[in-house]
């Protein structure tokens, strides 16, 4: 139990014995706060919202409510006009938050919310055939973050890369492929050779527009199974997926599912049948829609006027199977903020047709990584890979190694570790919706509010534990050991990280555990440079390597949930 639980649990029984209804636990942990200065005390319970129930002022409330709460670990308890103020017995509860980290190792802050059931979490999701975006890098990231995060609260993440693997553009693809392709230029560079030939395509048939006949025909082919048109399909989307996963093995990121827009290719006649059946389907223009005019938003387009599904269709086929297959508690879809109106209307057609479950599904919206205040896009034929950005990371990272610690064992494994985690850190250190700006120097420096730097701090941490010889044991400790407002500030914050998992969770937001983890290598630093963690006293060595040793499951368990390594030394 955190302090604030236990304190909330002591004003409660008093509550109860007062005859007060209507405040459980729970409710009275809500209303603590924190004083706005320590001379006031830890925690405070403000008294204004007992007055009806008690029939008396404020100020009298508290007074007679300070009398009652006492024992371990309070120290003091008093009355400060309509609030209750309450002093924390320090050393009781250092050693309470530093044993239950000991003690739980990386399952602290762990909760079974979920039950295990299953999250499709839809994260990543890029084209085949175009480059990887710095917008599915961004997906990817904080998807991956978000399974983890729902994963340590005992839900069961379902990661799915929806590929965009279909569509009217494979059938282009195919007519400029067996028109000017060349089978070892697309071996070498897949995504650079399939990008180009996309791209000659539309120059191409501005000037001969039955190009794009032939480009519908051969898509129609492909739906319909034509053995050419598959063969190559295929081929381009083993030749894509091949360079993706390059970027996926850099990052350490798995996924329990490849299924994409194909995949629902079978699946659609059904959908469509459905929405028949329920009588929502209106033509306009040739093509069948789904009105969402109650709603104030457009049509959701299912079927174009030459009978082709679209990407909206493709979704819905995909949520009715998520649905089917794994009886999901929530389905999160992790795609850029461009895409709302795409996700409100699949839901509201979803909902339409009756399900219910259509309320426990999420569009989790982020904003865009812009460079010198402009979109960071893949520019016309020139592409700028995303794995190159990710090399670039880590060579900077290894330059710093070889300047700083040349006898670095596993150096090269440390560097990607560290290159990397700087790529990922300078995502999740910022709330989602917020665009990003991205810049080489904030990300990488070893200073500021950086992946590299709170990887570092573990790993200082860590050399500590090393130097002093620590060797867990006893978290039993002398008087005073932990006395200085550094240790203290360390041990609120770890005693904190429960709630802020908690709120990563409820509002799919990475950023909250970026931002301690942040503020908790800070408040870890300090510490360090202000007391001899390495004290001559043997009890007073031990009692502050405990200490270091719970930040380090912390720092660790924290920067794992993100998707970044922890290495031990660097
Ligand atoms: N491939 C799409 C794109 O790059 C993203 C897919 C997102 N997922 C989904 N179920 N629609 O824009």
Avoid at 154 to 172: A, C, E, M, S
Avoid at 250 to 270: H, I, P
Avoid at 338 to 354: A, D, I, N
Avoid at 468 to 482: D, I, K
């Amino acid at each position: 139990m955190s302090y604030k639980q236990q304190v909330a649990e002591k004003i409660t029984a008093v509550l109860d014995t007062l005859g007060v209804e209507g405040f459980n636990q729970e409710k009275v942990e809500s209303m603590l706060e924190t004083p706005p200065n320590p001379a006031m005390g830890d925690i405070a319970f403000p008294c204004f919202q007992l007055a009806k129930a008690l029939r008396k002022a404020p100020p009298q409330i508290a007074q007679e409510l300070a009398e009652q709460i006492q024992g371990a670990p309070l120290r003091e308890v008093k009355a400060m006009g309509p609030y209750v103020n309450a002093f924390l017995d320090q050393a009781i509860v250092a050693q309470q938050v530093v044993e239950t980290i000991l003690t739980q190792g990386n399952t602290y802050g762990s909760r079974n919310v979920g039950e295990g059931r299953k999250v499709p979490i839809d994260l990543s999701s890029p084209n085949i055939a175009k480059p990887f975006s710095m917008g599915h890098l961004r997906s990817t990231v904080i998807g991956n973050a978000i399974a983890n995060i729902m994963e340590k609260h005992g839900y069961q993440p379902v990661r799915i890369n929806h590929l965009g693997d279909w569509g009217t553009q494979f059938g282009k693809l195919i007519v400029a492929y067996k028109l000017w392709g060349d089978e070892a230029k697309v071996k070498a560079e897949p995504i650079k050779e399939l990008l180009a030939l996309y791209i000659r395509f539309h120059e191409e048939a501005e000037k001969d527009p039955s190009l794009e006949d032939q480009g519908r025909e051969w898509f129609k082919k492909l739906e319909d199974g034509d053995e050419e048109a598959k063969h190559l399909w295929q081929w381009f989307r083993d030749e894509s997926l091949k360079e993706f996963m390059k970027i996926y093995e850099l990052m350490n990121v798995s996924f329990d599912s490849f299924n994409g827009e194909a995949f629902y290719n079978d699946k659609m006649d059904r959908v469509v049948a459905l929405l028949e059946e329920k009588g929502l389907l209106t033509e306009s223009e040739g093509a069948q829609v789904v009105s969402l005019e109650e709603y104030d938003m457009p049509p959701c387009l299912i079927k174009k006027s030459d009978g082709a599904t679209l990407y909206a269709t493709r979704d819905l086929a995909a949520a009715l199977y998520r649905y089917e297959n794994y009886e999901f508690a929530k389905a999160i879809y992790v795609v850029g903020n461009e895409q709302r109106l795409h996700f409100q209307q699949l839901y509201k057609v979803l909902e339409k047709m009756g399900y219910e479950w259509s309320k426990e599904m999420y569009h989790i919206p982020f904003g865009m990584m812009l460079k010198d205040g402009k979109k960071m896009s893949t520019r016309k034929g020139k592409v700028v890979l995303l794995e190159e950005v990710l090399s670039q990371a880590i060579a900077d990272v290894q330059k710093v190694i070889e300047e700083k610690n040349p006898t670095l064992e596993n150096k090269e494994e440390v560097a990607r570790q560290v290159g990397v985690g700087a790529v990922i850190f300078h995502d999740l250190k910022n709330y989602r919706l917020n665009d990003i700006n991205f810049s080489w120097e904030e990300m990488l420096t070893f200073e500021g509010e950086t992946g590299p730097y709170v990887q570092y701090t573990h790993a200082r941490a860590c050399s500590l534990l090393r130097k002093g010889e620590y060797a867990g044991g006893n978290v039993a400790w002398a008087e005073g050991a932990l006395d200085s407002k550094e240790a203290w500030a360390v041990i609120t914050l770890l005693n904190h990280f429960p709630e802020v998992i908690d709120r990563a969770r409820e509002e799919f937001d990475p950023s909250q555990i970026g931002k301690y983890v942040i503020d908790l290598a800070q408040s870890f630093n300090k510490f360090y440079a202000n007391v001899r963690i390495l004290a001559e006293e043997p009890e007073l060595k031990q009692a502050r390597l405990h200490l270091v040793a719970a930040v380090v499951v912390v720092l660790k368990e924290g920067l794992r949930l993100l998707g970044l390594k922890a290495p031990e030394e660097m």
